[in-house]
């Protein structure tokens, strides 16, 4: 049987409060890993590459230190550690909700299979990932440091590792789930889809994020994810809110949900 892979982000938003230093928020992250757990018993021929944004964690760190726009130096390098180990914080909590939902979850961490140049991937190592999903694991990836040939260090968010990952495993769909029930036009309403055509008409109602990012807001976001979905025969990617029980589990059990914003290359 054919497997349907989904590659599946937790936003940092989602799961931490981004307001707040280092605060998860384990109540959601709990149900949202039962959720998990749900989709992948009720669905057997579905495989799941899961990742998560950094929130309150590495991101809070990242930005005091500039890492994002490189390391040099002793002090820069501390920095560079600090956000690791920040990063590895959450990680390690999203880790121990999966297990505790019963999701065999692997983390592999991106510093050790990416590598930058000038704050660009440029090259990623597939082999643990793809041998998780043959295993019938969960590979878990996440927002994290990275070695840079020009920067020295820089920060790689979910959706670039995620990004390079789908040109050596060619996802169904990716789902992005956050806080918000999908993209906002500028009366507040969901955009049922976004397009390279449409984008224009909706740019100036898409805003920054709320809290430390240092990885870019959602109109960053939705500019890579269409640049992605374009790069892939039109990929398509759906942006949902983890916030309503229920609708993860419900996306995941379907190709065609009429849930929050859809993003392709598709006019």
């Not at 002090?75 to 560079?80: D, I, R, T, V, Y």
């Not at 060619?170 to 955009?191: C, F, K």
């Not at 990885?215 to 892939?232: E, F, P, Y």
Request: a neutral charge; one cysteine or more.
């Amino acid at each position: 049987m054919r497997k349907r892979t989904i590659f599946l982000k937790l936003g940092g938003s989602l799961i931490t409060d981004k307001t707040e230093t280092e605060t998860a928020r384990p109540r959601i992250l709990g149900r949202l890993a039962a959720e998990i757990r749900v989709a992948i018993d009720e669905n057997s021929d579905l495989q799941l590459v899961l990742g998560h944004g950094s929130g309150s964690f590495g991101h809070v760190a990242a930005a005091r230190h500039g890492t994002r726009h490189g390391v040099h130096g002793r002090q820069q390098w501390l920095g560079f550690s600090e956000v690791s180990s920040a990063a590895a914080r959450l990680n390690q909590l999203v880790v121990e909700a999966m297990h505790g939902a019963g999701v065999p979850i692997m983390s592999v961490r991106p510093s050790a299979i990416v590598q930058c140049e000038d704050g660009t991937i440029t090259h990623i190592a597939p082999h643990a990932i793809k041998n998780a999903l043959a295993a019938g694991l969960v590979p878990l990836v996440m927002g994290d440091v990275a070695f840079d040939q020009m920067r020295g260090g820089t920060i790689v968010s979910t959706e670039e590792v995620m990004t390079a990952l789908a040109h050596h495993i060619r996802p169904d769909t990716l789902i992005l789930a956050g806080e918000t029930d999908g993209v906002y036009d500028s009366d507040g309403r969901v955009i049922p889809t976004l397009t390279l055509a449409n984008l224009p008409r909706y740019r100036t109602a898409l805003g920054g994020s709320r809290g430390t990012d240092v990885t870019g807001g959602m109109l960053s976001k939705v500019n890579s994810m269409l640049a992605l979905s374009q790069a892939l025969d039109s990929l398509p990617i759906r942006i949902i809110s983890g916030l309503n029980e229920g609708v993860l589990t419900a996306v995941l059990a379907t190709d065609t949900p009429l849930i929050g914003t859809l993003l392709t290359a598709n006019t």
